[in-house]
């Protein structure tokens, strides 16, 4: 989460902060995977904060005056870094497959 929200606030894209949640991603279905959860069950928990990120992003102008296109830029970063995020799930599963055949 902390990734994310120095991503979102970020002036500049920074591919590091992008690496960082792929590499989170990636610890967690290792995680996830080593427990015996189903990879529907790693990325479900993970669309639960995506759920709650966007909610938030969308709800913000209720509190805060922001122009609309800082807001799709928002929901741009949140979508870039939970993507990766989620792609990093994805990717544990899969090398986990792949070591065991």
Do not use: C, H, W
Not at 14 to 31: F, I, M, P, S, T
Not at 36 to 63: H, K, Y
């Amino acid at each position: 989460m902390v990734a994310t929200m120095r991503y979102i606030t970020s002036d500049e894209q920074d591919d590091a902060l992008v690496d960082e949640a792929r590499q989170v991603g990636l610890q967690y279905g290792q995680n996830a995977r080593k427990i015996g959860l189903p990879i529907t069950e790693a990325l479900a928990a993970s669309m639960f904060f995506r759920d709650a990120m966007v909610t938030a992003a969308v709800e913000l102008p209720d509190n805060v005056r922001i122009t609309p296109g800082f807001q799709v830029e928002m929901l741009n970063r949140i979508n870039t870094i939970l993507n990766t995020a989620q792609l990093g799930v994805a990717e544990a599963y899969g090398r986990d497959a792949q070591a065991a055949k």
